[in-house]
């Protein structure tokens, strides 16, 4: 085991947390980077990249606010010249399924002379109980314009696994691992199991593009309204109602089910309304 510290790049993030302590538990030493951690990283201010970089060999990539974002792909290119010429060895994207700029991206990184590793997911399971959609859980409805498309939900912590095995063995390298939950739900479908299994009133509201990102502005502001509107109408036109074989490629197991993360989720009561 190197001596070297895996860099994480977006460490206080969904994914990024759980990679940083995985990589910690497991005896790795981890150098955490996000706009809060010394040196500081941020993907909107170029001249912090340098000095995260420095002296790294293997490294998570986690952009934000995500890859489907206009301007991602040449903000990678120019992250990975850098990496390259600071001499790391190694880098694991997580990436977005069906964002057309995410496989930009990824093309990017596959061309580049480093291993790479590219890890796809589809939408995480936490993203109800620890996401943007935990008020709307909270609230009784999920107002989404996703109509009936079923969506490949998987978890977060089976992302997190593909992203530590592809940072910790060179078998992962210059691999495209696109990952999904073992079935597709409409959000109809998400929401009625989480309702049943919790015990609390959750309905889906399926609302057009516009309306959502009306509901957004105020909120999120532009940017984010922007990017989540554009998103969507991307992302919901069919084109993931697939399931893909990454977690067993990499893992060689099965994901994890909707319904067991809905269980254990339950039971820690984030669901309940504080009283």
């Known amino acids: ?53 420095a002296g790294a060999e293997t490294a998570f990539v986690s952009y934000v606010p995500d890859l489907a974002e206009d301007g991602a792909p040449q903000a990678i290119q120019a992250f990975t010249d850098l990496a390259v010429a600071a001499g790391l060895k190694r880098l694991v994207l997580l990436s977005g399924r069906g964002e057309t700029n995410a496989l930009r991206s990824e093309d990017i990184l596959m061309a580049a002379p480093i291993e790479t590793t590219i890890v796809r997911a589809s939408w995480f399971f936490q993203n109800f109980s620890e996401g943007t959609l935990l008020p709307s859980v909270l609230s009784g409805t999920i107002a989404m314009p996703a109509g009936d498309r079923r969506e490949p939900f998987i978890d977060a912590d089976d992302v997190a696994d593909v992203a530590v095995a592809a940072l910790t063995d060179p078998r992962h390298a210059n691999q495209r691992y696109e990952i999904t939950g073992p079935r597709l739900l409409t959000f109809a479908e998400a929401a009625a199991v989480i309702a049943a299994t919790a015990g609390i009133e959750l309905q889906y509201l399926p609302i057009t593009l516009e309306q959502f990102h009306a509901a957004l502005l105020p909120e999120l502001g532009q940017r984010y309204a922007d990017l989540l509107t554009r998103l969507c109408q991307e992302v919901f036109d069919g084109r993931n109602e697939a399931l893909a074989d990454g977690v067993q490629r990499a893992l060689g197991r099965p994901p994890r089910d909707f319904a067991d993360y809905v269980t254990a989720t339950a039971a820690s009561g984030v669901w309940h309304r504080a009283a």
């Open 1 to 53: 085991m190197s001596s070297i510290p895996i860099l994480v790049i977006g460490a206080t993030g969904k994914i990024g947390s759980r990679v940083a302590a995985r990589l910690t538990q497991a005896g790795y030493p981890v150098r955490p980077a996000s706009r809060r951690s010394t040196p500081a990283f941020d993907w909107d201010d170029r001249t912090t990249w340098a000095a995260t970089l």
